[in-house]
């Protein structure tokens, strides 16, 4: 059993598979998405449903109704979004993920505004939008975030990883830690875990929990739901005869690594009890 005290990994998944091996392995929460290779999108009300039916660990919901980086939407997507917002909630989300911005690169107060006030009063956090803000405004932004009710912010510290972006992620920690969860993010991994917590002193952490592309899969196990539904755990991929125009089509399903999950809870245990 937690405590309030154990540092929690947040595990991003966009397939049944991945939600099942981190829950299993000790996630403390899943941010489900779909379309983790687009960085995120808005998943299905299916699966959200499904997850629900047998997952007991947190689920928030990604809102984002396309691709893309700059996170800039019209009046007709908010309106998509929020529809999909609704639904979600009515079929049991447990919070949203969430981040819009202007032209300038500022918050876009009035779509968070939209967007919170449809969560009716389910948490949610502002998602790495945050890092293409104007970094030397950074606690400007941190403290209008606070202000409009989210309640976490997830951050690689205005760089491509958590890890790059350490310094940056330790002093909004050391700034804002009673106000607001900042969650590091984004290339987080076993390797670098524990420099991440120690210098950063986060009390959660972000992270797909995949093996890297060229290992050999570490998921090397069954995975049974209670209804004894059975989910196998090793990558797929797609061998068949196609024209080369169709193979960039069959690209191989990556899913979260049950023994990654593991080895991340382990360290990071470890260093709440050292604190």
Do not use: W
């Amino acid at each position: 059993m937690s405590s309030s005290k154990d540092i929690k990994l947040e595990v991003c998944v966009d397939s049944i598979a991945s939600a099942i091996a981190a829950a299993e392995s000790g996630a403390a929460r899943l941010e489900l998405c779909s379309a983790l290779s687009e960085g995120g999108l808005t998943p299905t009300i299916g699966i959200l449903k499904s997850l629900k039916s047998f997952i007991a660990i947190p689920v928030y919901c990604m809102l984002r109704p396309r691709s893309g980086d700059d996170f800039i939407y019209t009046d007709y997507e908010m309106q998509a979004l929020l529809t999909d917002l609704d639904m979600l909630r009515e079929q049991g989300a447990d919070g949203f993920v969430f981040g819009s911005l202007t032209p300038t690169r500022s918050i876009n107060v009035k779509q968070c505004q939209q967007v919170l006030e449809h969560a009716h009063g389910l948490p949610v956090t502002f998602h790495r939008a945050f890092d293409i803000t104007d970094m030397t405004r950074r606690q400007e932004t941190v403290r209008q975030i606070i202000e409009l009710g989210f309640k976490r912010i997830l951050t690689s510290g205005f760089k491509p990883s958590a890890h790059e972006g350490i310094e940056y992620i330790a002093q909004l920690i050391a700034k804002n830690h009673r106000d607001i969860i900042i969650m590091p993010g984004a290339g987080v991994s076993v390797g670098n875990l524990e420099e991440i917590l120690t210098t950063t002193k986060c009390i959660e952490f972000h992270s797909s929990a995949k093996s890297k592309a060229d290992a050999p899969p570490a998921n090397n196990i069954t995975l049974t739901t209670s209804d004894n539904n059975v989910i196998a755990g090793n990558n797929l991929s797609m061998d068949c005869d196609v024209i080369s125009t169709a193979r960039q089509d069959l690209l191989i399903y990556e899913m979260t690594d049950a023994n990654v999950v593991r080895k991340m809870v382990f360290i990071a245990k470890a260093m709440s009890e050292k604190n």
